[in-house]
């Protein structure tokens, strides 16, 4: 421990510290203590940045002016190199998630934690964010096209780079550059936090703290939001997400004329580059200084971006940008860092083929298509013509029917064999598609039989039948 940690120890409390001990500081090179002595206890910081003390410093005491739960600064020194702060113990949201987390998910006093976390954050951006003096963002005063292409770029040669990712420099930066103009395009005029994650939420009493937003600066509400969903090792259930997302637009709605389809539009495009700016750091502090903690959240971070490509469609042209994301995904050994094991989502489709084949164009690109024209065909008969695989009648008919039996058997061994070495291979994406003449009936039934043989081995699946808005009525 330092001379001017127990210095300002002793000013602020009146007698020496008896003890400290080093408290880690993930991804940062500041040198934090906790100190205690004479019954009191603190966090001593010593960083020689000292514009980014100051950021912290005039942001800590705004926001516990305006009632928002951050550590309360007791004391600094002179040159602005070393102060403490409030002791708010040991406990992140991230360690409170681990420790509770089940096969299940998420338990509800772990959602309502974040819950509780997501109704502060428009307090912070909107109420707070208002009185926020400028002077004091740093390293820029606001998200700008400077700081998106900064991250962009980090990203680039951080993680692309040393990574071994193949890309088209000259296009990229094209693309970076029409990109940025989308996410411009947003309204900016909040405080946005930087870096709002898990492990900077502390838990103290059943009540979240918030600390180190010390980059905070001017920005769209979405990038904060999608730091804490998009969290890699967070692992946030995709369908919470979604809830969170649409709750946290009812609170900041409170503060904030809000157009909920505005803020849906701009989110994935954010929440992308969050991703790509935490990449950049696993990068740097994963390949490059050989920190083997930061090389864990890759797979994570590949998967959220494929989840943001499956469901959302950016309305920009981002072609290199595009094929950069589908190396990312594609790439079994990037999946496999760390021990990460992810969830296997199998996609299954009944399509016709008069309207064309299917395309996995969001995913890794691969997958089957299987032709079940092969196989009897129930739109032959009268009494089927109003049915779909999905009925009864057509189910016995096609279940009664020995080819069909030996097709499908095949037909799953197969995909039971891949579904095997994705999920050893930590690939959270499959395409399985089936087409007949009408996407009505055999497509529909193999579909709908492989999600059940599928579902019964605990793989997950999901399912859709892009022909039933032209099934005829019953």
């Known amino acids: 421990m330092s001379d001017p940690l127990q210095a300002l120890f002793r000013a602020r409390f009146g007698s020496t510290p008896e003890s400290s001990s080093p408290v880690r500081a993930e991804g940062s090179n500041r040198r934090i203590y906790r100190l205690s002595g004479g019954g009191a206890t603190a966090i001593g910081v010593l960083n020689d940045d000292i514009k980014e003390n100051r950021a912290f410093i005039e942001f800590s005491k705004h926001f516990h002016r305006e009632g928002i739960p951050v550590p309360e600064i007791y004391a600094e020194n002179a040159s602005g190199t070393a102060y403490l702060e409030e002791d708010l113990g040991d406990t992140t949201l991230f360690q409170f998630l681990g420790r509770r987390r089940t096969a299940a998910g998420f338990p509800p006093d772990v959602v309502a934690a974040y819950r509780d976390v997501v109704s502060w ?29 900064w991250d962009l770029n980090y990203f680039k040669y951080y993680f692309l780079t040393l990574g071994r990712i193949v890309f088209h420099e000259e296009r990229l930066e094209q693309d970076f550059s029409v990109f940025a103009d989308y996410l411009l395009a947003a309204d900016r005029d909040y405080f946005l936090c930087r870096d709002f994650q898990s492990r900077n939420v502390m838990l103290k009493d059943g009540r979240p703290y918030f600390i180190d937003y010390q980059g905070g600066r001017r920005g769209a509400l979405q990038y904060d939001l999608a730091s804490l969903l998009c969290d890699a090792k967070a692992d946030v259930p995709f369908e919470l997400r979604d809830e969170l997302r649409d709750f946290y637009i009812a609170e900041a709605s409170k503060y904030a004329t809000i157009d909920a389809a505005e803020f849906k539009k701009y989110f994935p495009g954010f929440a992308l580059i969050r ?196 099934w005829p009525e019953k």
């Open 275 to 470: 991703i790509m700016q935490a990449m950049g750091a696993y990068g740097l502090r994963g390949f490059h200084e050989k920190k083997p903690l930061f090389l864990q959240s890759i797979p994570y971070a590949i998967r959220n971006i494929e989840r943001l490509l499956l469901t959302s469609n950016l309305p920009v042209e981002v072609p290199e940008l595009m094929a950069v994301f589908k190396r990312l995904i594609g790439s079994s050994e990037l999946r496999q860092f760390g021990g990460a094991k992810l969830t296997l989502t199998v996609q299954i489709q009944s399509f016709s083929y008069k309207h064309g084949m299917p395309r996995d164009d969001k995913g890794h690109g691969g997958g089957y298509v299987f032709d079940c024209r092969c196989l009897p065909n129930p739109g032959r008969h009268v009494q089927f013509k109003r049915s779909s695989g999905l009925d009864a009648d057509v189910i016995a008919f096609l279940s009664r029917e020995e080819s069909v039996e030996r097709w499908t058997r095949s037909a799953f061994a197969l995909i039971d064999q891949a579904v095997a070495d994705y999920g050893r291979r930590n690939f959270t994406h499959l395409l399985v598609a089936f087409g007949c003449t009408g996407g009505q009936h055999r497509s529909v039934y193999c579909a709908e039989r492989l999600a059940k043989h599928l579902r019964d081995q605990g793989v997950s699946v999901t399912v859709a039948h892009r022909e039933k808005k032209s």
């Open 121 to 149: 954050l428009p307090k912070i951006q909107i109420v707070a964010g208002r009185g926020i003096d400028e002077r004091w963002c740093y390293p820029r005063r606001s998200f700008d096209r400077q700081s998106m292409l």
